[in-house]
């Protein structure tokens, strides 16, 4: 398992992350795959600090909102 993270700058300080940090987790199957979504992502405004990781990433919650996402479920640019 592969896990693609990303700092969501549009979605970061209000809403539901009001006051946090908006950290977006795509878990991706194969390594391949996630370097697709990570070239992608950094073509994003919205998307900072993008990076592919090998193990399971945690945010502290009093200063991150984590969204959680998988290949599977993304459509559009994401995968192309």
């Known amino acids: 398992m592969f ?11 209000w809403g ?4 946090k940090t908006n950290k977006l987790v795509i878990e991706c199957q194969t390594h391949e795959d ?7 992502a950094r073509q994003r405004r919205e ?5 592919i990781r090998a193990t399971k990433p945690y945010y502290r919650p009093d200063s991150f909102l984590t969204s959680w996402r998988s290949f599977d479920d993304l459509h559009g640019d994401w995968k192309a």
């Open 3 to 13: 896990y693609v993270t990303m700092t969501d700058k549009f979605m970061s300080g």
């Open 16 to 19: 539901a992350a009001a006051g």
């Open 34 to 40: 996630a370097e697709r979504v990570a070239r992608n």
């Open 47 to 51: 998307m900072r600090r993008v990076s």
